[in-house]
């Protein structure tokens, strides 16, 4: 291709600089690529990697500087299982070049200032984890070390600050010990003994309520569910009685100890915790989740590491991090996962089973969605056909043999993983094992767990599917035939109430009336709550919607589109007949009626009626506590129409919350009319802000500038919502109350212990309100504790709310 | 990455960039191998794991009427739609492996088989 060649100076040089300028960021590129590769699989020994690196990196690091200052402070706390890696790395470095090393301390100090401010947790444990390990490469002095430890322990001694925030310095510090603790053993043992006995007395005092709602299990046998921070304690402090030598972590700095140990060490500036604030967050407890111990595992094969042994932790951190960084592709999960360095020395198999339902079963929730483990471990099924599947087996069976004690919230996350396993399995098992469970009253937890699977493989299959499957002997906890029941086609359906005007309206309905014809057919009926005085007009005519939504949904029952449509049409003859709640509850009750036998059909309607604004959130809550649906009170579909409706309701007051904070934020950044400053801060920080939350699930908002008036507007529908939603929890933890004091008061009369398996299932409802939602119920923590979980209050319903309490407290 | 796959509607109406542009920001999958008898129920539940679903059109041979192997789910978020590709897509439902893709977005007519017996293909 000929060009007319210029011949101008500027174009030459400008190509010069173009060249040398896209030369550069080929450099640091392949230099960002050699840091963060360092230490993976290669063919030389990464003893020679390292010193080969360090070369490397000191040559161009005065051209470099900044970006291998970057790149090294961010690797470890990205890829943390390569931490002692990248402190041999920088360890080699100061050796080579002290004012590297003093500005790299720096950047590290100044990337946990950050962290702490900016709330980002782990990260700010996993960069006091790597600067202790620095000072094993003395790149830091121990004693500046200590007095970081020193300023940690003054956060958790502080008084009148959340325990969540002063457990979080306590376990920054227990965390990093594993690594540096040999090292201050032999050099500052007694100050190490300080700080191991500020610990011990921290955790002596420390408060866990929190524990009972947050275990899986309600009881320690056969394995104690420890809070995450007594673990860890216990785990350091066997540490300790070992001499602090540890054994599992690799440690390339050894082989450069006469290097290292002539590098002069820097210390750390004083670095004060930020204050804590009422709007800071902090991470939430946790119990460490164990389901096996060393017993469960094949004899001849390697020893599962002890609860309490310092490896067993380290084993466990790393295995989720993996879970953190391939949480999206489940079979780059998968793989890694079974590429685990160590994993010829442990029972892999079980600790990844393990961590992965330890993830699953987390409390309040997952950290990811729980289908992601569920196909995670069918991955790793194919992957490992000889052995996963043998030992994930064995862990289902421990998990049911165990069932009694489990909480509802996991109880139901059991059932749902269970039976999507299944489905990708031809629903194969071995049921004869299980038999046991049919001589158990229905609302024992293993005979409803069988019941709940069966329902839910159901709803994946088909009716003669899941008879199919199990022996005959399971008919009794079988799900009936998933089919509407319409009550004017049984025998003597005919007679019923409605039943004519039943006739007239599916006679009418095929003619696709007009809401209009629909709803003057409707309102013939007689109102069987109208007395013949006529004084009181009724709230609703129950007949009108018996015969109205019986008759609609019957003619959609082929499937939910049909029915919705059917409510998308009708849609103003319901909000008509269905103005207030009393209507609301009749029209369910109906709903319920004709959809009994299919749970899932009756969960998909009530959502939908929701969704249209059918009914409204209170009178679900209401229809679910009422005294006709007591019968279903233990089955499972009943809580999952509950929480849909929860969610529905928080859902909508967070997006009110949401477009109420941009639409200010625009309000703000507007320019008046009087100046129109180009530099205004205001103007720059709302046209930031509206750039980060605009978000493409949002419906892109118009161009158009929010009034004052319409902000105003936005807020009494916000504080309209707020109110339905502080409402809707009182309702329902009220209910809650009301019928667990009923239930005790009962058996108290009747001389029988209060605490049946009903009693135990209402509790774990209870306590799952508080866990599936305790963001939004937190809001309205102070009002519950006034209003309703008093004093005076059964003990054991107390102590739901009160656990909850702890949680942040 | 919830990525395409390198198929593309022959009769998509519009240019190829736009094309593009919708499946980008489409909140629709089309699901395809589902058995001829996979019922809406069965795809809701399964789906329904990965989020809030707003409509499920059910694929339909184009003279019988009847279900005829794949259908469209249309989740509100596309957040959950691309879950639905990490965590469903090759796994199994009624038994079959089923497929997941982005779709450019639901049309009145594209519930039909294209094929020449009125099925897919």
Redesign the interface.
């Known amino acids: 291709m000929s060009r007319r060649k210029r011949d101008d100076g500027y174009e030459h040089g400008y190509r010069k600089r173009r060249r040398v300028v896209s030369e550069q960021a080929e450099i640091e590129d392949r230099l960002e690529s050699l840091i963060i590769r360092v230490g993976d699989k290669t063919s030389s020994s990464l003893e020679s990697n390292l010193e080969g690196l360090a070369s490397v990196l000191e040559a161009d690091m005065n051209t470099y500087k900044s970006k291998i200052l970057r790149i090294l402070s961010e690797c470890p706390i990205q890829m943390p299982e390569k931490c002692t890696i990248y402190s041999t790395l920088v360890g080699l470095l100061n050796a080579k070049n002290y004012n590297f090393g003093g500005e790299f301390v720096e950047q590290m100090v100044r990337n946990l200032k950050e962290a702490l401010r900016e709330g980002q947790w782990e990260s700010a444990r996993l960069i006091v984890r790597f600067i202790s390990d620095m000072v094993n490469c003395h790149i830091v002095s121990a004693s500046s070390l200590l007095q970081l430890y020193d300023s940690f322990i003054d956060a958790a001694m502080e008084q009148g600050v959340p325990q969540v925030r002063r457990d979080w310095y306590m376990y920054a510090l227990l965390t990093a010990l594993p690594w540096v603790g040999r090292e201050l053993f032999e050099k500052k043992e007694n100050d190490l003994e300080r700080i191991m006995a500020a610990m011990e007395g921290y955790l002596r005092r420390r408060n866990t309520a929190h524990v009972a709602a947050l275990r899986v299990w309600n009881c320690d046998t056969p394995h104690p569910q420890e809070e995450y921070l007594e673990c860890i304690w216990a785990q350091v402090r066997k540490l300790r009685t070992d001499e602090w030598q540890e054994r599992h972590i690799y440690r390339p700095y050894l082989a450069f100890d006469s290097i290292l140990s002539e590098a002069l060490q820097h210390n750390l500036p004083v670095i004060l915790p930020p204050p804590h604030t009422a709007s800071t967050q902090y991470p939430l407890p946790w119990v460490v989740f164990r389901m096996f111990d060393y017993t469960d595992c094949p004899e001849a094969g390697p020893l599962l590491p002890g609860t309490h042994s310092v490896e067993r932790y380290l084993i466990e951190e790393h295995l989720h991090q993996i879970v953190t960084r391939h949480h ?3 079979k780059e999960l998968a793989t890694q996962l079974l590429a685990f360095p160590q994993r010829n020395k442990i029972p892999l198999e079980y600790m990844i089973v393990e961590v992965l339902f330890s993830e699953l079963f987390n409390m309040p929730s997952p950290r990811y ?4 483990y ?2 995670t471990l ?1 991955e790793l099924c194919k992957l490992q056909p000889s052995t996963m599947p043998q030992v994930l087996a064995q862990a289902t069976e421990l998990l049911y043999e165990r069932i009694d004690t489990m909480n509802a919230t996991c109880f139901d996350r059991f059932v ?1 993983w269970f039976s ?1 396993h299944l ?2 399995f ?1 629903f194969r098992w071995s049921w004869d094992d299980w038999q046991n469970c049919l001589s158990l009253e229905k609302d024992h937890p293993k005979a409803k767990f069988v019941s709940e699977v069966f329902g ?1 493989c159901l ?4 009716y003669k599917r899941v008879n199919e499957m199990v022996p005959e002997c399971y008919s009794p906890l079988l799900p009936p035939k ?1 089919e509407p029941y319409f009550k004017y086609q049984t025998e003597g359906g005919n007679g019923l109430p409605g039943a004519t005007q039943v006739q007239a309206l599916t006679e009418l309905l095929r003619k696709k009336p007009t809401p209009e014809e629909v709803l003057e057919l409707i309102q013939q009926l007689p109102n069987p709550l109208k007395d013949d005085d006529g004084d009181m007009e009724p709230s609703h005519n129950p007949l009108a919607i018996e015969v109205f939504v019986q008759t609609l949904l019957h003619l959609g029952s082929k ?3 049909h029915t ?1 449509a059917g409510l998308a049409k009708y849609h103003s003859v319901f909000k008509t007949i269905c103005e207030n709640e009393e209507a609301q509850i009749c029209m369910l009750r109906q709903v319920y009626e004709l959809w009994q036998n299919h749970p ?2 009756l969960g ?1 309607v009530v959502d939908k009626m929701l969704k249209t604004q059918i009914v409204e959130c209170c009178a679900v809550a209401n229809w679910i506590f009422s005294r006709d649906m007591a019968p279903e009170f233990t089955r499972s579909y009943i809580w999952e129409i509950l929480h849909l409706t929860i969610r529905k309701m928080n859902k909508h007051v967070v997006r009110l919350e949401k477009e109420v904070a941009d639409a200010r934020a625009k309000l703000r950044a507007a320019p008046s009319d009087s100046e129109s400053s180009d530099d205004d801060p205001n103007r720059e920080a709302g046209e930031k802000r509206r750039r980060t939350v605009s978000n ?2 949002t419906p892109k908002d118009g161009e158009e500038q929010p009034t004052e008036e319409m902000v105003e507007r936005m807020e009494e529908r916000l504080e309209a919502a707020q109110s339905d939603q502080k409402n809707l929890f009182l309702i329902v933890f009220q209910r809650f109350i009301m019928i667990l004091s009923e239930h005790v008061v009962r058996c108290d009369t009747d001389g029988k212990d209060f605490n049946t398996f009903w009693y135990q299932w209402t509790v774990g409802r209870l306590q799952q309100v508080f866990m599936a939602h305790h963001e939004q119920v937190e809001k309205y923590s102070q009002t519950l504790e006034t209003l309703l979980f008093t004093h005076d209050l059964d003990s054991n319903i107390l102590d739901t709310f009160r656990q909850f309490q702890a949680l942040r407290s | 990455m919830a990525v395409a796959s390198t198929y593309r509607d022959q009769h998509f109406k519009g240019s190829r960039v736009e094309q593009e542009r919708l499946l980008g ?1 489409s909140c629709t999958l089309y699901v395809g191998n589902l058995s001829f ?1 996979t ?4 795809i ?3 789906f329904g ?2 989020g809030d679903i707003k ?4 694929g339909l041979d184009k003279f019988t009427r009847t279900p005829c192997g794949f259908c469209f789910v249309e989740f ?4 959950d739609a691309e ?1 639905a590709i ?3 897509n090759g ?5 079959r492996i089923v497929r997941t893709d982005w779709d450019a977005g639901f049309i009145e007519g594209r519930q039909y088989g294209r094929g020449k017996t009125g099925g897919q293909g």
């Open positions: 999206n592709e489940r969605l729980e289908i992601s569920g196909c069918i749902s999507y489905s990708n031809q839910k709803r994946l299959s088909y998933p499937s939910f589109t919705f899932q059909f998909v493409k699930d | 920001q008898y019922t809406e129920e069965q809701h539940e399964l794991k990965c409509r499920i059109i059910m509100y978020l596309r957040n879950n990490r965590f469903v796994t199994r439902l009624d038994d």
